[in-house]
């Protein structure tokens, strides 16, 4: 075939249309004499443009031709170009495989095992495959026996005949054909070894669990035993002969290549122990001195050559161990920790190319489906099998993955393992290492589809699955609960009656008889919702019980899964997302207020399993959320009810945060510093309901005026609610200030504000089943019989003429919470130097003080109430702490910057910095604070109403006292700290309020 110079012939540009990277070699090449029939027939280009690489199959079909007798080259043409079976199969196995080229080219009559395209012949067995080997006679023969019937399984794949998986089992059928020709010439070379002993050989790995490699070492273990009337020990020297003999054949290299290694570091004490063991002396071992690696070997253990008897009784022996291994001690910390190992072992340079031990590899797969076997295999015979693709469908099916991750992991398991596939195919080398070569990645793209970019499609749906597998990986391996799973008892795991019964009340369940119908509504049947339940129940039942109230607990969690138990992600959340279930528990049985919040709104159970999701949200966040929703709402009243939406959800959002933060999970330790805890629910509570009121203020306008009030109008925040120290049931102590707008009179916007204060107090209290916001305007000025609303100008007056003491340090505590910010700020500063006198308070106003302080102390105390125990008024409590800071606050606050806060704590720090009080003290009176406050906050969160005191019902006491950190029969040690704490507390008070030194 000759061209003009510098012109390229037809044959060239359609060489290069098909895919040929070398399209002048190819024209060498088409040009032999051999292919002279067929050079030109365009079946034979389109047939090699859909190879994996088109120049590779040419050049092995031209030296298969080559090798060819003359009359069978021509059949083996003819065949070639009318028969699109056979073309596809060979030109694709020749393609993509250099080494199956270089055996048809030895053997080239051995293409006409791809000729048959009957229905038996898609998917061959064992059976068909030892049919195959039948003729052998020796090593040799089994090798070029062997390597056909691989030729056969690689053009059925590489045409797409069989899927990955089938491709795998196949080629476990073909091993387990092979060891038993292996073994069969291994006896016909020594026949009075044979007359000696029993031998079965245990696949395992791979090969045991149906899903081998191209190229691989073959996992085994060597059973023996003699047979009727030898002696044992010479029979397993008999048997270890014969093995040896059998390995050698597998593995040893001739010309005609190795078939593969025959590894049998598996067995009992690895390379150092016997190559051959009795039934009884494996069993003693792994009873005895297995590791847990060793179990999870043996999931994949099947009897695959040799005695078949001997096979079975060696699996009887030895699956009800494998199943007894998640019962060990850090059993999945172990198994963590050796896959860590792996991936910590792979140099540097190669971790990034490893396709199957590097992250995101195959082995992340293999591993994170083997130990959910194992650890829920014990009560599940359905996840017993050897193929992870099988388990992995299992365990998609009993539940314990979900049914969408298990499809991505799927999806991404068959694409890495068709990588591996064809890499190996290529020259028939055991690698894992994806190519870094750009005709290997271009050859290997194309052999998975992908034809318009091959390398760049090829590394883009490479990284996307390798970061599927990484990501889910890390979700299941890791998950706390399957830990938690692993370590209940055998008699923990399913939820019999009588067994459950004992069980319960052993784990603190006063009411068992109920517990065991919430358990039997929640787990009995075959529906899905009902097996993922029966998974999470015996470990959440324990989380329950490390709890005051385990039967609140469980109530709560029936409850939860009645409202939630159809909707798909609720379940999924509790098994797979990090510790949801385990917080789930936690808030259940932490007392009524957080549930009851669940309850109202069961949604936000999603909030448990979202790492971000305890974090509590600003105020502009909350407040522009609440204006928008109040803006959509068709009214007043149902804007309001929006608001009180977003309220009830956020309030559980602190509460589950505060809970958790107290009692800590596994993944999240209790949180060390108490006064954080009792910051972050002040802070959160405050803006959450300077948010809400932010809500009803804008409903409550709209309702009559539009989008504008003819008057400004501000909320200010007065006491704990000024002072951002709000616990869950405090009211928002409040004033209202407004400024007529230009051209509107005094009165008529004395109307309007007044008017809207009205309707807000009105809208928030309308009857709800939610937490109450009330709202308290009695420290404005004249007080209940005072008008609700002022102008910035009235305060001005009233307070220049007629305020009293008590109200200068009431202000100590004003902040603007809602409405205008410049009015806001603008009130600030008009009441700035009341709160902080030049000079201070003069001694009258200090000796005021302190009578307004001890009257309260003899008047509001409930009677019969214990002033040691209570929280607010009592010896050491919040009102001593306060009283005594804003002292501080109203006699230096003219001078130290750093008090001027509405914060008590903030503001004691900045006193003692200044050296106003002493560090000891000041820490004496922070610590007290501190613990009064979480007392508030815990009898809130224990009973869901307030209360200044310790709960005199048990369960209750016993409740707070978890929360505070008290173990349960350490009530005594709670109260005795309590009083101890409050105590010392008072002596500073009263050294410092009432004494000299104030």
């Known amino acids: ?113 791809l000729v048959t395209y009957e229905a038996t012949d898609l998917h061959p067995g064992v059976r068909e495959f030892e049919q195959m080997l039948c003729d052998v006679v020796d090593p040799d023969s089994l090798r070029v026996a062997y390597r056909r019937s691989l030729l056969s399984i690689a053009a059925r794949d590489v045409c797409g005949t069989t899927d990955v998986a089938e491709v795998a089992a196949e080629l476990a059928d073909l091993a387990t054909a092979t060891l038993r020709a292996a073994l069969a010439i291994a006896r016909a070379d020594a026949p009075s070894d044979a007359a000696q002993c029993r031998i079965a050989v245990i696949a395992m790995g791979k090969c045991g ?83 847990t690696w060793e179990f999870q070997a043996l999931l994949k ?61 195959l082995r992340d797969v293999e591993f994170a489906v083997q130990l959910l076997q194992l650890v829920h295999g014990r009560g599940d015979s359905t996840l017993r099998v050897g193929s992870t693709l099988e388990a992995l469908g299992a365990l998609a099916d009993g539940g314990y993955v979900g049914r969408a991750d298990a499809a991505q992991l799927d999806e991404a398991y068959r694409f890495l393992r068709a990588m591996e596939h064809r890499i190996q195919l290529y020259r028939l080398r055991r690698t894992h290492m994806v190519p870094e070569d750009e005709a290997d990645l271009r050859r290997l793209g194309r052999s998975l589809g992908l034809r318009t970019d091959p390398v760049a499609e090829l590394n883009r749906a490479w990284r996307r699955h390798a970061s599927v597998v990484r990501r889910l990986h890390e979700k299941l391996f890791y998950r706390p609960l399957l830990d938690a799973v692993a370590q209940l008892a055998p008699g923990e795991r399913r939820l019999s009656a009588k067994a459950a019964g004992v069980r319960l009340e052993a784990l603190g369940y006063a009411d068992p008889a109920a517990a065991l119908r919430h358990l039997e509504a929640l787990s009995s049947g075959v529906s899905r919702k009902a097996a993922i339940q029966r998974t999470l129940l015996p470990v959440l039942l324990g989380w329950f019980a490390d709890s005051a109230d385990p039967d609140a607990g469980l109530l709560g969690f029936r409850q939860v899964s009645d409202a939630l138990g159809k909707t798909p992600w609720y379940l999924r959340l509790l098994r797979d997302e990090g510790a949801a279930a385990e917080n789930l528990a936690r808030v259940l049985s932490a007392g009524r207020l957080a549930p009851d919040l669940l309850m109202r709104a069961p949604e936000a159970v999603a909030i448990l399993g979202d790492p971000e999701g305890l974090k509590p949200r600003s105020r502009d966040h909350l407040e522009q959320e609440v204006l928008a929703a109040v803006g959509r709402a068709p009214g007043a009243e149902a804007a309001v009810a929006v608001a009180r939406g977003v309220r009830r959800r956020e309030l559980f959002r602190t509460t589950a945060a505060d809970i958790i933060g107290s009692y800590g999970t596994e993944d999240n330790p209790a949180e060390t510093d108490p006064g954080a805890l009792v910051d972050r629910v002040g802070s959160a509570v405050t803006d959450l309901n300077a948010a809400t009121l932010s809500g009803a203020l804008r409903a409550a306008v709209r309702e009559r005026w539009g989008s504008t009030l003819p008057t400004r109008f501000a909320v200010i925040g007065m006491g704990r609610f000024g002072g951002h120290e709000l616990s869950y049931g405090s009211d928002a102590d409040v004033l209202f200030v407004h400024q007529p707008r230009e051209g509107v009179g005094e009165e008529e916007a004395s109307r309007a504000a007044n008017a809207v204060v009205s309707e807000m107090r009105r809208l928030l209290e309308l009857p709800t089943a939610d937490p109450p916001l009330l709202i308290d305007a009695d420290l404005r000025p004249e007080g209940k019989t005072g008008p609700l609303a002022r102008t910035l100008k009235s305060y001005g007056a009233y307070y220049r003429r007629w305020s009293l003491v008590w109200e200068s340090q009431a202000l100590l505590r004003a902040e603007p919470m809602a409405g205008d910010k410049e009015l806001g700020r603008a009130f600030v500063e008009l009441v700035d130097p009341l709160r902080y006198p030049v000079e201070g308070p003069g001694d009258e106003a200090v000796r005021e003080i302190r009578r307004l302080k001890a009257r309260m102390e003899s008047e509001r105390m409930p009677r019969g109430a214990d002033p040691t125990l209570h929280t607010k008024l009592g010896r050491g409590g919040l009102s001593d702490v306060e009283w005594t800071v804003q002292l501080m606050q109203m006699r230096h606050g003219w001078a130290e910057p750093g008090l001027r806060t509405t914060r008590t704590r903030e503001a004691l720090a900045a006193a003692c910095a200044a050296d106003l009080i002493p560090a000891e003290e000041a820490q004496m009176l922070d610590e007290a604070w501190v613990l009064a406050s979480r007392v508030r906050n815990a009898v809130m969160l224990v009973r869901g109403r307030p209360g200044d005191t310790f709960p005199s019902n048990p369960r209750e006491l016993t409740a707070v006292g978890r929360y505070l950190g008290y173990e349960e029969g350490h009530v005594g040690d709670m109260l005795d700290d309590y009083r101890r704490i409050t105590r010392r507390a008072r002596a500073v008070v009263e050294e410092r309020f009432y004494g000299a030194s104030g």
């Open 301 to 361: 253990a099947r009897p695959v050559a040799g005695d078949p008897e001997l096979g079975a009784q060696y699996l009887e022996a030895v699956s009800p161990l494998v199943w007894q291994a998640a019962d060990r001690e850090n059993f999945v910390g172990d198994v963590q920790k050796m896959r860590r190992r792996v991936v910590d072992n792979i140099p540097v340079d190669r971790v990034d190319r490893e396709l199957k031990l590097g992250p995101g590899g």
């Open 209 to 291: 669990g149906h899903e081998l490699n191209y190229v691989s070492d073959v996992d085994v273990i060597f059973v023996g035993e003699p047979v009727d009337g030898a002696e044992e020990s010479g029979a397993l020297q008999a048997a270890t002969r014969l093995v040896a003999h059998m390995m050698r054949i597998c593995s040893d290299t001739t010309v005609e290549g190795t078939i593969w290694p025959v590894d049998a570091n598996l067995r009992p004490e690895g390379r150092n122990g016997p190559l051959v063991r009795t039934v009884s002396s494996h069993l003693a071992y792994y009873q005895r001195w297995a590791k």
């Open 1 to 113: 075939m000759t061209t003009v110079p510098g012109r390229r012939s037809s044959t060239f540009t359609r060489l290069l249309r098909h895919g040929f990277t070398d399209p002048s070699a190819a024209e060498r090449l088409l040009d032999l004499p051999e292919l002279s029939s067929v050079r030109a027939d365009p079946v034979l280009f389109d047939a090699l443009g859909a190879t994996a690489d088109p120049d590779l199959a040419l050049h092995g079909l031209v030296r298969l031709v080559e090798a060819e007798e003359p009359d069978e080259r021509q059949i083996l043409l003819d065949t070639l170009v009318t028969a699109k079976p056979l073309r596809d199969r060979l030109l694709g196995a020749l393609g993509a495989s250099e080494a199956l080229g270089d055996h048809l080219a030895r053997h080239p009559r051995d293409w006409q095992v």
